[in-house]
């Protein structure tokens, strides 16, 4: 059974960090780019940060380079996204996101999401 769970959300003060968990179970984590998007109340889901399936390669969205770290630990099963000076406009749930690209098609794994409040 395919899972990402998110975890680390939670209210921050503007200026303040959080670390993002995303722990993926029921597939090779390893064959997979992981990405980062988020979704704001009456807001289209927008890509934060992406990793390719070894680490070398990232982008990030322009609001939030050179604030936001996206990394991976594959012998947990882990990625993460490390955010930092955090302003009210990154207030969203954030989601994890699996994808593979074979013959068929893309394949795309989500997890449920986590909120990340930032507000004084």
């Known amino acids: 059974q395919v899972q990402l769970v998110e975890s680390g959300g939670g209210l921050v003060q503007p200026g303040g960090s959080l670390r993002l968990s995303c722990a993926a179970s029921?597939?090779?984590?390893?064959?997979?780019?992981m990405r980062w998007y988020r979704q704001a109340p009456g807001k289209e889901r927008e890509l934060v940060a992406g990793i390719g399936s070894f680490g070398s390669n990232t982008n990030y969205a322009d609001s939030v380079k050179d604030r936001f770290t996206i990394s991976r630990d594959n012998a947990k099963n882990t990625v993460y996204l490390q955010m930092n000076s955090l302003k009210p406009d990154d207030t969203a749930v954030y989601l994890c996101n699996a994808r593979r690209s074979d013959w068929r098609g893309p394949i795309d794994y989500w997890g449920q999401g986590t909120q990340v409040t930032v507000s004084s």
């Open positions: 029921g597939f090779t984590f390893s064959s997979y780019a």
